[in-house]
């Protein structure tokens, strides 16, 4: 491959294609959720509707219930995102960087090869720029090639996969933040309900004898936030640690796949 075109390669916006994936699951998970919202108005009971939505609000559309939807909706196009950059990370490994044989030995030649390998499937997809295996070999062969020690290179390798698991952690910090973030507006919602509760409560005769039926009809309303909430959150955390443990999984992957193939076969003449 020619100079000008590592050079169009390192210049590829490499988070363009993958920027624009995500901006459109993100706003097809709003839709959804803004759909999921007025079917249920339009097809459940009262009780439903006033448990997921509070269609009883005099503000309605806009409460707490279907606000919590749209961060569900979000956490999930987050999480179906992660679920799919590790899907393609575990794809790596079939890519066929590294021989897999039992008899190659690495020198020379043939890290010249492989380097140049990586290379070429990064130029062709900028979105493995910002993956773990081709970024792994990349480093482990320019260190090699630089110092001529398999320690070193082993080295770099574990630095490497070090750095690699925090930026595993770093990408579901928004996943954590919407799970915080939903069972409190939860507990907003509740503290609004049974604050327009007692405001109701206030402003009509205490000797009404449907006083105290309404009294708890709202009460029970305004803890229904809670409750969804809480399920919501139950969901998304569930999501993200099964995923980020998928994600954990496929590195660990690529890093035994670099021990096997580049590290245990390199050789210094």
Not at 54 to 77: I, Y
Not at 114 to 143: G, H
Request: charged content about 20%; aromatic content about 8%; hydrophobic content about 45%.
């Amino acid at each position: 491959m020619s100079t000008t075109t590592h050079a169009r390669a390192r210049r590829a916006p490499a988070g363009r294609g993958s920027g624009r994936i995500y901006l459109g699951v993100v706003t097809l998970s709003l839709i959804l959720a803004v759909g999921f919202i007025f079917l249920i108005d339009l097809t459940q009971g009262e009780t439903v509707k006033a448990l997921l939505i509070d269609r009883e609000r005099e503000t309605w559309p806009l409460t707490v219930q279907n606000v919590m939807w749209l961060l569900f909706a979000f956490g999930c196009a987050e999480l179906l995102v992660r679920l799919t950059e590790t899907r393609a990370e575990e794809s790596e490994l079939e890519a066929g960087y590294l021989p897999e044989d039992d008899r190659t030995i690495l020198q020379g030649p043939e890290l010249r090869v492989a380097y140049s390998r990586v290379k070429e499937a990064m130029a062709a997809d900028p979105r493995r720029l910002q993956r773990f295996l081709p970024r792994l070999i990349l480093r482990v062969i320019a260190q090699f090639q630089t110092t001529k020690s398999v320690e070193q290179s082993t080295t770099i390798m574990n630095a490497s996969l070090e750095l690699y698991i925090h930026e595993v952690d770093i990408r579901y910090n928004m996943i954590r933040y919407v799970v915080w973030a939903i069972p409190a507006l939860g507990f907003i919602g509740t503290v609004i309900g049974i604050s327009l509760a007692l405001s109701f409560a206030s402003n009509v005769d205490l000797q009404d004898p449907s006083l105290l039926l309404e009294l708890t009809k709202r009460l029970g309303v305004a803890f229904n936030t809670t409750l969804l909430a809480l399920a919501m959150s139950m969901l998304l955390v569930l999501g993200q640690h099964k995923i980020q443990a998928y994600e954990e999984r496929s590195l660990n992957l690529a890093g035994q796949y670099c021990l096997d193939n580049l590290i245990n076969r390199l050789y210094v003449s």
